[in-house]
């Protein structure tokens, strides 16, 4: 089986990439014209892509617990890594299912922030990283699964750049918002990414991701219309804050 890091690091898609070329035969004029809906499909693929080798390394924790330390998983311990495998198989299907004519509107689900969240922790902790989070019962408008890629996003950031260190979630009302705030006990950014963290490509040097996670967090959260920003964070490490708008009071189905 492979193990979390193996299925984290992953090779960039430059085969994807290679195949949307224009044919050779193709004019300048028509390359041209094919470039920006190129460019799109490429960043479409790779980001799939980086949602489901992130997806099957939590996935792999998962099965690693359940098949070498099944006996001592406490029983209700182990219904619920159960469920996180099902779910996130369930997940990924959807991720690489076609998408139907209306998801391209702007999402407006009720999501439960806390069954998110406690998901994540969940798939984490298997993974070996120490979350710390306390329940809100926050609701927010969005999109459970992009909601999940992201928060998983900055999670993994945590864990490799600040290895060792705890990450805590922590999420608080305030006014027609939900702010998320996932941060580290970590040596932090560098003050030179800080202004382009967020862009496609942009990488801490010796890192093995490809500089993709952080930007396409951003659009995803975007998408739900929230926002992504870099916060301080009062330990000194890194502190990411999502703002998603809040579900309201009779909202709720």
Known sequence: MKTHDQFQGGDSPAVLAGSLRPRSGASSSAAALLEPSRSRTVADCEDTLHAVRSGLAGLAGALHLLTEQRAELPDESLRRVEALVVDEIERLRRLVAPPAPETTDAPGEDVDLDAV???LVLGRRTAGQEVAWTPTGCRVRGTGDDLIEVLNILLVNA???????PARIEAVREDA????????DGPGVLPELRETIFERGVRRPGSRGQGL???MARGLVERAGGTLTLAEADTGGACFCVVLPALEQGEAA
Request: glycine share 14%.
């Open 117 to 119: 969240i406690g998901h």
């Open 159 to 165: 864990s490799r750049h600040a290895q060792g260190a």
């Open 177 to 184: 918002t939900v702010v998320v705030r996932v941060s580290d």
């Open 213 to 215: 996670g952080l930007a």
